[in-house]
């Protein structure tokens, strides 16, 4: 078996290899494609587990590989689920959306979808939604392509406005998801929930995300003055969000959490350890 595929579970881990112990490399979110491979030398030797990639919502590109093990495999064929019934045209806006068992607000909750899964509407009937695996409201829910509201702000100002739903959730080494992220999985949900293609690690977001700065913008000088809101500042292994001229918005190790706090103090504070900042980028409208 192999091809493209969405996720069907709320969560899915990506692992860096097909082991017990491997580190978390990403997770899948709900409705999110992937590629499986499952065949010749890209099966792994380990049967517990399938060889994936995920795929960019937004681009369609195949982002990084990793592995799924077999008893998390709950999938949809996208073939299957783009038709005439049903495709994905919704998008959980919510940090954490339930899925109920009924159109009622006080049924069992079956599930819960972190922000930026991709929902596959069936039908719409008052403020609810009917989805194969049960009901979500429509206040939890966004319209894909974006609505008319959401296409009138600045992409600038949507990146933002879904970082900062993150904020005070526990830093997560290769989360991106409502348990907690890691730096570059907010910055990935952020764009992708402004409709902007995004890869997943930070040397890649550095290389291709808005426009890059020149070496001046570097120097110690320019470091100094204010920054530009939605600014990406980038370091050795890590990258923040710029919410305004002073303050930095990143998933962090020091914290221990998405924090904001005055780009000074965390250069400072990284320089010691990590180096200076590398480059920083400029979202363009």
Not at 97 to 108: H, L, Q, R, W
Not at 150 to 165: F, G, R
């Amino acid at each position: 078996m192999t091809g493209l595929f969405r996720s069907a579970r709320p969560l899915t881990d990506i692992w860096t290899a097909p082991e017990a112990g491997a580190p978390l490399d990403d997770q899948l979110l709900f409705g999110q494609p992937f590629q499986l491979f499952s065949s010749g030398n890209e099966r792994p030797k380990n049967p517990d587990y399938f060889k994936i990639a995920s795929i960019d919502p937004i681009s369609g590109k195949l982002g990084n590989d990793g592995y799924i093990e077999a008893k998390d495999f709950k999938f949809e064929q996208m073939g299957e689920i783009e038709n005439e019934t049903g495709f994905v045209n919704y998008r959980v806006e919510l940090l954490c959306a339930p899925v109920f068992s009924s159109a009622d607000i006080k049924s069992a909750v079956l599930m819960q979808l972190s922000f930026g899964s991709l929902i596959d509407v069936r039908s719409v009937s008052g403020d609810f939604c009917q989805i194969a695996q049960g009901y979500m409201h429509k206040k939890h829910l966004s319209v894909v392509p974006q609505s008319e509201t959401q296409s009138e702000m600045k992409p600038v100002d949507l990146i933002i406005e879904a970082a900062l739903k993150f904020e005070g959730l526990p830093y997560y080494w290769g989360g991106r998801s409502h348990h907690g992220v890691d730096c570059s999985g907010l910055v990935q949900n952020a764009f992708w929930s402004a409709g902007i293609a995004c890869p997943r690690n930070s040397a890649q977001q550095a290389q291709s995300l808005g426009q890059a700065l020149g070496e001046e913008a570097l120097s110690e000088e320019a470091m100094r003055a204010p920054r530009e809101r939605g600014d990406l500042i980038f370091w050795p292994g890590h990258v923040g969000i710029m919410i305004d001229a002073e303050y930095l918005l990143h998933a962090n190790g020091y914290h221990m959490a998405v924090a904001r706090e005055p780009l000074k103090t965390a250069q400072a504070r990284i320089a010691r350890h990590y180096g200076p900042v590398t480059a920083i980028r400029r979202l363009t409208d």
